[in-house]
């Protein structure tokens, strides 16, 4: 259930709790508004602490490797690379 689907929850919830007046034989729409209010708010914690997990940036399992037999030097003493 993604984030939409906890607002949704929560709103119904709401709705059922806090805006209706239906009486139903057997069904409290009171309690009922209630468990999805509080249902909803554990998804909406539960999406944000994964969403901030995957935010999480790894750094790469490979190590680079800096071949010397690639750089090609200049002998003319800017091969530190601040002059041309």
Same mark, same amino acid.
């Given at each position: 259930?993604?984030?939409?689907?906890?607002?949704?929850?929560?709103?119904?919830?709401?709705?059922?709790?806090?805006? =209706? $007046?239906? $009486?139903?034989?057997? !069904?409290?729409? $009171?309690?009922?508004?209630?468990?999805?209010?509080?249902?909803?708010?554990?998804g909406v914690a539960t999406f944000s602490s994964i969403a +901030? +997990? +995957? +935010? !999480?940036?790894? #750094? #790469? =399992? =490979?190590?680079? !490797? $800096?071949d010397p037999a690639t750089h090609h030097h200049r002998r003319?003493? *800017?091969?530190?690379? *601040?002059? !041309?």
């Open positions: 259930m993604g984030l939409g689907g906890c607002i949704i929850l929560i709103a119904v919830g709401a709705i059922l709790t806090f805006a =209706t $007046d239906w $009486d139903m034989q057997g !069904v409290n729409l $009171d309690l009922v508004g209630v468990i999805f209010m509080i249902v909803g708010l554990i +901030r +997990r +995957r +935010r !999480v940036v790894v #750094p #790469p =399992t =490979t190590p680079v !490797v $800096d003319d003493g *800017y091969s530190d690379g *601040y002059g !041309v």
